[in-house]
């Protein structure tokens, strides 16, 4: 454990009560809106949630992976996009200089993100390079003792409010796949660096993702993570594998919620002169639920735990990430269908949380590439016991 235990379960407490007193109301009006207030922001500071992974030596609360999904699991019982806030901080945008990253690089950054002055961004994919990451086009050419990148990056999470971004790029042109990437911390402001105007989404209004452009932009060569060439791309799948235990934990809270809701609506709402909830047919969508929703939690916890004892998780990451995020799509879906019409109404924000949900299966790898990565390790053991 990184914390006391009576200090872990404060946290979890003051989390709750965050979340239920001041997150949940101001839902339909931050989705309608498309944005956050800034007070809000400032809420989660104080609170730390920008710093739940980040180590106390740097001034974060230096969380293991268990805790830390046990902390997302609370948040998960409100909008995502409220997570999405400090989410990159704690993980695609902070992790890659917690794991790989240079003594100065760690101190340069690590305690401005803690405390979520700077936000962080991680720029992977590409208009032509997505699940193919590894062919990414972005270069970063040498030139004295600086980089010159150029290239487009592509519906990057915070982009509109970070300061710093880690961009994955190609120092290495004669090297076409992973080899040939470079890591490298860019902050926002520097010359040559611009961003798309904010993309339109299906949902997670509040949350916000455009496009980050490099033309001629000069960063300084020791800009690249752990000051070494075309260690970039592994940086970036450790980095990815702690974030689909956190992701999972999203999907787990969020499926929580819906439970949670769909419950007390089928109590409430009566037809054929007794509650929807004594009807067997609606009984057997909550029950089918509840089971996936355990399946899911104790995959995460169980993964959690082994990587916090050091194991490598790459496989049980993308197990629970395509279990949990496929599962809570389903849960999402009869949430819906217990609803009645009033879940197809947005005043009741069940509609809200079904295109909400719908992302967890498409970023930090589609589902579909959660299995190829799972059969791939399977191969891999198989081979290994030859
Ligand atoms: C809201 C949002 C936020 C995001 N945030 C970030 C971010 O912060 N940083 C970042 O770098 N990226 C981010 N992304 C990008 C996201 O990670 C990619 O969209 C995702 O990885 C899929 O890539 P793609 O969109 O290019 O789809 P494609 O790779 O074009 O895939 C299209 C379809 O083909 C399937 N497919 C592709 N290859 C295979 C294969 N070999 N076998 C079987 N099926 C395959 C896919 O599963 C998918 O169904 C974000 C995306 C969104 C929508």
Not at 345 to 362: A, C, H, K, M, S
Not at 370 to 377: S, T
């Amino acid at each position: 454990m990184a914390l006391d235990r009576d200090v872990f379960e404060q946290l979890i407490d003051t989390t709750r009560r965050f979340v239920a007193e001041r997150l949940v109301p101001l839902e339909s009006e931050v989705a309608e809106n498309d944005h956050m207030p800034d007070e809000l922001v400032q809420e989660m500071r104080e609170l730390g949630l920008f710093g739940l992974s980040i180590p106390q030596e740097y001034g974060g609360l230096g969380l293991t992976v268990e805790e830390e999904v046990h902390v997302i699991i609370e948040l998960g019982h409100t909008s995502p996009a409220f997570r999405s806030v400090f989410g990159t901080n704690t993980g695609i945008g902070s992790q890659g200089i917690v794991i790989d990253g240079t003594d100065e690089q760690k101190n340069k950054y690590l305690p401005k993100l803690a405390s979520g002055e700077l936000i962080g961004s991680f720029a992977l994919t590409e208009p032509d390079s997505g699940s193919d990451a590894a062919s990414l086009r972005t270069m970063a050419r040498m030139d004295g003792n600086e980089y010159v990148l150029n290239g487009t990056k592509r519906y990057i999470t915070n982009a509109p409010h970070a300061g710093l971004f880690t961009v994955m790029a190609r120092t290495d042109p004669e090297i076409k796949g992973s080899g040939g990437i470079s890591a490298f911390l860019v902050e926002a402001g520097s010359a040559g660096l611009t961003l798309g105007t904010p993309d339109k989404k299906m949902g997670q209004h509040g949350a916000h993702v455009c496009d980050v452009i490099f033309e001629d932009c000069r960063v300084p060569a020791d800009s690249i993570i752990g000051g070494k060439e075309g260690q970039g791309f592994k940086t970036a799948m450790k980095v990815l594998d702690r974030g689909r235990l956190t992701i999972s934990g999203g999907c787990i809270g969020n499926a929580q919620r819906l439970i949670r809701d769909s419950v007390r609506y089928a109590r409430e709402r009566k037809q054929f002169g007794k509650p929807i909830a004594e009807f067997q047919l609606v009984q057997a969508m909550l029950a089918d639920c509840e089971t996936e929703l355990y399946a899911a939690k104790s995959m995460v916890l169980d993964a959690a735990r082994l990587k916090d004892s050091g194991e490598n998780i790459t496989k049980q990451a993308a197990i629970c990430k395509y279990y949990c995020s496929e599962m809570v799509g389903r849960v999402a879906d009869r949430a819906v269908q217990i609803h009645g019409g009033a879940g197809y109404i947005t005043e009741y924000g069940i509609e809200r949380f079904y295109r909400d949900v719908r992302l967890y299966r498409l970023y930090e790898g589609t589902s579909q590439i959660q299995q190829l990565i799972i059969a791939r390790e399977m191969m891999k053991e198989a081979n290994s016991e030859q």
